[in-house]
């Protein structure tokens, strides 16, 4: 294959794939994209445009034009950085407004058909890990490594709260996140288009009573285990 290897990383808000991957990517020295990010930023724009999130049309010509960028930030522990149309919005996209209504314009067909072409020309070498919803079924179908993170809805929700009290953010109770949590899971799985879905070749780890280390380690394990293993073996 003409490119390196690629590591997809799928599953429900809350279940460590974001803060794992990075790990991963950075223990393995591959590059690292957080497509959820990208979704997140474009529902943004929708919404500071005052545009209607049923007018698709125009969210469909918004997307077709904005420039996405994506960056590391300093320390290991930072968020990746955001920006659209030059503007950063790093933050801007982790609110609760954005986590509202991203779900909706994610199931838009002209919104999926732009970003996944942006994500398969920025995978186009390999040497990346990607983590999402789709990845693994529809993006990189291809990829070499992919699994599927989970865990119960009661522990997602735990850890979301955790956050936005770190973030010093709006307090949800747990029920309310829990809520909150499914309906997104809901919608990003009963969609049209590329929902939500393990795929049949993936690995899936469910992380509840798992630390981020040992379900780094477990995927680092299967990446030497089945990628450089396997590479090994075909180049002899
Ligand atoms: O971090 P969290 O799990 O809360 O969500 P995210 O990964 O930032 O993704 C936000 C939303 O973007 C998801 O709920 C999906 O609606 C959408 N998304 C998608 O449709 N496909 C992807 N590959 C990644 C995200
Ligand atoms: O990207 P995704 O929505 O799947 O999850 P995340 O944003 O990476 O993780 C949500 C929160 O759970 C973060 O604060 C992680 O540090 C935490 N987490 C954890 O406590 N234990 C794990 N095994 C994985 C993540």
Same mark, same amino acid.
């Given at each position: ?11 429900p ?14 223990? =393995?020295?591959? !590059?690292? =994209? ?7 930023a474009?529902t943004w !724009?929708v ?5 209607? &999130?049923?007018?698709e049309?125009?969210?469909?010509e ?6 996405i960028?994506l960056?590391?930030?300093?320390e290991?522990?930072?968020? &990746?950085?955001v920006?659209?149309n ?5 933050q801007a996209i982790?609110?609760?407004?954005i986590?509202?209504?991203v779900?909706?314009i994610?199931?838009?067909? $002209?919104?999926?058909?732009e970003?996944?072409k942006?994500q398969?020309?920025?995978g186009?070498?390999?040497? *990346?890990v *990607?983590?999402g919803?789709?990845i ?10 992919k &699994? ?7 522990e ?7 956050d =936005? ?15 909150n ?5 809901w ?5 049209? *288009?590329a $929902? !939500?879905r393990?795929? $049949?070749d ?6 509840d009573?798992l ?5 780094t380690?477990? *995927?680092i394990?299967l ?7 396997q590479?090994?073996? !075909?180049?002899?």
């Amino acid at each position: 294959r003409n490119r390196q290897p690629i590591v997809a990383i799928d599953g429900p808000a809350g279940a460590g794939k974001s803060t794992v991957a990075r790990q991963v990517a950075q223990a =393995l020295k591959l !590059l690292y =994209l957080d497509t959820g990010a990208m979704y997140r930023a474009v529902t943004w !724009l929708v919404l500071e445009s005052g545009i209607s &999130i049923e007018d698709e049309p125009a969210i469909a010509e918004i997307v077709s034009k904005c420039d996405i960028e994506l960056g590391m930030g300093d320390e290991p522990q930072a968020p &990746i950085r955001v920006w659209i149309n030059g503007q950063e919005v790093t933050q801007a996209i982790r609110s609760l407004e954005i986590t509202s209504h991203v779900s909706a314009i994610a199931a838009q067909t $002209p919104v999926r058909q732009e970003l996944v072409k942006q994500q398969q020309r920025w995978g186009e070498k390999g040497g *990346i890990v *990607i983590e999402g919803r789709d990845i693994g079924t529809h993006v990189f179908p291809d990829a070499e490594l992919k &699994i599927f993170l989970t865990a119960s809805v009661q522990e997602r929700a735990r850890r979301r709260q955790q956050d =936005l009290k770190n973030r010093g953010e709006a307090d949800l109770s747990l029920e309310q996140m829990q809520q909150n949590l499914s309906e997104r899971d809901w919608k990003d799985s009963n969609r049209n *288009i590329a $929902p !939500l879905r393990k795929a $049949p070749d993936a690995i899936e780890i469910q992380t509840d009573g798992l630390s981020i280390a040992e379900v780094t380690d477990r *995927i680092i394990t299967l990446y030497r285990e089945k990628v450089e293993g396997q590479s090994s073996t !075909l180049a002899n």
